[in-house]
Structure formats: structure tokens, C-alpha cells
């Protein structure tokens, strides 16, 4: 069993939630999603927070629902939404909560764009933070988030052509 937290970073498409997921089960912890936490504490869709406040409104709403975890009860496995690094005090926050033990979750471009552009879900509940098309615009992002994702995290996990359960045990070999 593990004695705290684990989060899962890194770029949406990448495998947090269904790995999470699994994790959790596997290793009989509760799974918490902070871009669902956000919008059951909400009550409002990702796009709908955007749509009316924009991204910093968002952001607001993450910090408030990150900060929330340590009142609950836990240990938590949680799977981050992509941009939750942004915000130094979210960093410190993860870091607080699953001391060595935030694992960033990577992809290459082409795969994250084929896997976001093929859930349906993503497509209607997040919306572009660009104007670019949707390989410009991870690649964009990517550029400003990775260094920050790699300060936060403490080991690092390619996805690419690895089968969630796979992912799973990789993880577990490193806690």
C-alpha cells in the first residue's frame, strides 16, 4: 500500500484519467480527475467556465479544487488536467500532496493529436487555448508547459505504443 498521493501531469491525451484510473483500482486508492472535480464543484462544463470567464477563471477553479484534496479523505491517485502546472502555487500544492511520487505522463505530438482528435469528449468539453490547428497548437503549448512539467515531476513516463495496464505497472515498479 502506498502512504500518500500520486499524481499523474502532463499534456491532455496523454493517458492521466484511464491510467488513473487503473492505478487507483490497482492499488485500492481513490481516483479524483481535477478537470472533473471542477466541474462537479462547478456545476458547469470546462468550455461553459471558458466560455464564460476564460481561462484564468478556469485556473481559479482548479487551484480552489487541488487545494480542496488534503480536506478530504485520502490517499488520492489523481490525474491532473494539462495546464495545472501553470500556477506555481498548484506546483507546490502536487508537490505537498505526492511527494515523490508526481509522474509526467508524456507523448509525441502526432500521438497526443491522434488521440485528443478521437475522443469526442475532449473535443466538446475543452476548448482550443489557440487559434493554430490542433498539432500547432499541443506543439505550442507543449513548448511553454514542458519545463514546467519537468520541474514539478519526479519521474517520467513515455506512453506512446504502451498499453494502459502497462503504464500501470511501470508506475508501480517506481513507487
Known amino acids: 500500500m502506498v502512504s500518500g498521493s500520486i499524481a499523474l ?7 492521466k484519467s484511464t491510467v488513473g484510473t ?25 468550455a461553459s467556465i471558458f466560455a ?3 481561462e484564468d477563471l478556469f485556473r481559479d477553479y482548479e487551484a480552489a ?3 480542496s484534496l488534503p480536506e478530504t479523505s485520502g490517499p488520492w491517485v489523481i490525474a491532473c ?23 509526467l505522463l508524456t507523448a509525441p505530438v502526432e500521438v497526443i493529436a491522434c ?8 473535443s466538446q468539453t475543452r476548448p482550443p487555448l489557440t487559434d493554430l490547428s490542433l498539432e500547432e497548437e499541443i506543439r505550442d503549448v507543449l513548448q511553454k508547459r514542458d519545463p514546467l512539467y519537468r520541474e514539478t515531476a519526479d519521474h517520467l ?19
Do not use: H, W
Open 22 to 46: 487503473l492505478l487507483a483500482r490497482r492499488l485500492g486508492m481513490a481516483f479524483v480527475d481535477t478537470d472533473r472535480l471542477v466541474e462537479s464543484r462547478s456545476g458547469e462544463s470546462i
Open 52 to 54: 464564460r470567464g476564460g
Open 65 to 67: 479544487a487541488l487545494n
Open 115 to 122: 488521440r485528443v482528435s478521437g475522443d469526442a469528449r475532449s
Open 157 to 175: 513516463i513515455s506512453t506512446e505504443e504502451k498499453k494502459p495496464a502497462e503504464i500501470v505497472e511501470e508506475i508501480c515498479r517506481l513507487l
Open 81 to 103: 488536467g494539462g495546464g495545472i502546472v501553470l500556477r506555481r502555487e498548484n506546483r507546490a500544492a502536487l508537490q505537498n500532496l505526492a511527494p515523490g511520487r508526481i509522474f
Open 9 to 15: 501531469i502532463g499534456y491532455r491525451g496523454t493517458g
